[in-house]
Nanobody
Framework: QVQLIESGGGLVQAGGSLRLSCAAS????????MGWFRQGPGKEREFIGCIWSGGFTLYGDAGKGRFAISRDNVKNLVLLQMNSLKPEDTAVYYC???????????????????WGQGTQVTVSS
């Protein structure tokens, strides 16, 4: 089973940038679909985007335009570059490893069977 650890969160002013990392260990990383989600205070967990092993990406409304996902299959890393951050981006950010070929949409949580502990991102106005 793959284990995931996020890092890179913190406090940033509105308009700033952060890059989150997700390090994977154990299991097989290279053939996993890797997703990023976030959960703000009092909100549902929200899909940011995901990336397939070959680099194809799919973004949700939360990730379109300002966020970019990439991966390094040699280093077992997934990155989330976040630009032009807004106070409403304040949330705990999670990475997740999904099973290839799921019948469920990768915008939902069902395909993902491994989750990191989350990293807090706080954007001040």
């Amino acid at each position: 089973q793959v284990q995931l650890i996020e890092s890179g969160g913190g406090l940033v002013q509105a308009g700033g940038s952060l890059r989150l990392s997700c390090a994977a260990s154990g299991g097989t990383f290279s053939n996993r679909v890797m997703g990023w989600f976030r959960q703000g205070p009092g909100k549902e967990r929200e899909f940011i985007g995901c990336i397939w092993s070959g680099g194809f990406t799919l973004y949700g409304d939360a990730g379109k335009g300002r966020f970019a996902i990439s991966r390094d299959n040699v280093k077992n890393l997934v990155l989330l570059q976040m630009n032009s951050l807004k106070p409403e981006d304040t949330a705990v950010y999670y990475c997740a490893a999904g099973r290839v070929g799921s019948v469920h949409s990768y915008r939902n949580i069902e395909p993902y069977d491994a989750w990191g502990q989350g990293t807090q991102v706080t954007v001040s106005s």
